[in-house]
């Protein structure tokens, strides 16, 4: 459902969000409930303030059961880049810190009520904190991410941490489940451990499509003018594209050496002759192949 535009960003309300409003409200926690999810909603303006000032376009910010998601157009694009992903990322956590902060000085000088700014206080205090954690698709999990993108292919820094993703999802799910024996408030733990699962799931499954998306602007980025760094690779004839594709290492433009059982070179190839062979051959062709076909 959709309530208006914030900056100009359209704000839907899930409909499992009101849901979980009423639970609230029926158990006395309304105005509680309201702190935290406006917390959270200030959490995901932040984001796409800074997004939006990279020249990210902002779809919309949902309000969630757990929470809130900011829908950042090719976001995961730019953790090729570690200073857009870093500042982009920052930007909850920090703006989390910063109110909390706030709170807690307002309330010292008897500015707001003691008892709702000590809960807006822990509610920043702990979204920061959560955010944080080195797991897809939470911040912490898109700094690991860029962070390992320097040493390790995309695609294997994206597996590493959609698996960390998936764990903390599991747990979450877990304990969520023991705690709702105590009180059915706990629900919103199972339902984010729920949605945290299934969001890492989704990184995996869609890290090569993101890979392909990515070398596709590099390439437009060279065309007009960019410079990238190279890498040299060496491997096997019949290595397939997607195998060699998941080996590039962001922000550097690859050549390929081809070898044959005897570790002769075939042939040098350049990282434009395999998105081309990506695109019109798909990501199961081998290298060898490729060469028969050009």
């Known amino acids: 459902m959709k309530i208006g535009r914030i900056l100009g960003v359209r704000i839907k309300l ?30 995901e303006i932040a984001h796409a303030v800074v997004a939006h000032s990279y020249g990210l376009k902002i ?21 090729w880049d570690l200073g857009t992903e870093i ?38 205090i702990a979204i920061a904190g959560f955010n944080l954690l080195p797991a ?17 292919s995309w695609h294997q820094a994206t597996e590493i941490t959609a698996r960390l993703g998936q764990a903390l999802g599991a747990l979450l799910v877990s304990g969520g489940l023991v705690l709702l024996k105590h009180n059915l408030l706990f629900i919103n733990v199972t339902v984010l451990g729920i949605f945290l699962w299934a969001a890492a799931a989704g990184e995996k499954r869609w890290a090569g499509l993101m890979l392909l998306r990515y070398l ?26 997607r195998e060699l594709a998941q080996r590039f290492v962001a922000g550097r433009y690859h050549f390929i050496y081809i070898l044959d059982k005897d570790y002769t070179i075939m042939a040098i190839i350049s990282e434009d002759e395999v998105v081309t062979g990506l695109f019109t051959h798909g990501p199961n062709i081998t290298l060898k192949q490729l060469l028969g076909c050009c």
Do not use: C
């Not at 899930?14 to 959270?40: D, P, V, W």
């Not at 602007?217 to 594209?241: F, M, N, Y």
């Open 14 to 43: 899930n409909i499992f969000f009101l849901l979980i409003l009423a639970i609230y409200g029926s158990a006395g926690y309304l105005t509680e409930a309201l702190i935290i999810y406006g917390a959270a909603l200030l959490h």
């Open 59 to 79: 779809d919309e910010i949902e309000l969630l059961p757990f929470g809130g998601v900011a829908r950042i157009r090719d976001l995961d694009l730019s953790s």
């Open 87 to 124: 500042m982009v990322t920052l930007a909850g956590p920090a703006e989390n810190m910063i109110l909390a902060a706030t709170a807690r000085i307002l309330a010292g000088y008897g500015v707001w009520d003691t008892s709702l700014a000590g809960l807006f206080y822990r509610a920043n």
């Open 136 to 152: 897809l698709p939470l911040d912490g999990g898109r700094l690991l991410r860029a962070y390992l993108a320097r040493h390790l």
């Open 216 to 241: 596709t602007r590099k390439h437009r980025g060279l065309k007009t003018g960019q410079i990238a760094k190279g890498e040299l690779l060496a491997v096997s004839a019949d290595t397939t594209l």
